[in-house]
Nanobody, 116 residues
């Protein structure tokens, strides 16, 4: 079992920055990739960024050059630095972990609201 707790969401003006954190606990040795997803009202949940245990990162095109996913060490915690935020970035952001045993875990989500 892996437990994920997100923090760092909030309200920010367009052009501002926020940093989200995701702290994992439990069987973190089994995690082989972590990521951030988001879900805006009335829309499907979408991938924002991922980072593998080897440090390889991937981003959705809409956030490239503005968001950076990183981790301190040993996969925990994982951060999402969000710069140059836009109103269309408004969503609930979820932390996600994939384990080498094929399980997927989700955090409870943190709200990010960008005002124009």
């Amino acid at each position: 079992q892996v437990q994920l707790v997100e923090s760092g969401g909030g309200l920010v003006q367009a052009g501002g920055s926020l940093r989200l954190s995701c702290a994992a606990s439990g069987s973190i040795f089994s995690i082989n990739a972590m990521g951030w997803y988001r879900q805006a009202p009335g829309k499907q949940r979408e991938l924002v960024a991922t980072i593998t245990s080897g440090g390889v990162t991937n981003y959705v095109d809409s956030v490239k050059g503005r968001f950076t996913i990183s981790r301190d060490n040993a996969k925990n915690p994982v951060y999402l630095q969000m710069n140059s935020l836009k109103p269309e970035d408004t969503a609930v952001y979820y932390c996600n972990a994939h384990t080498k045993f094929g399980y997927v875990y989700w955090g409870q989500g943190t709200q990010v609201t960008v005002s124009s």
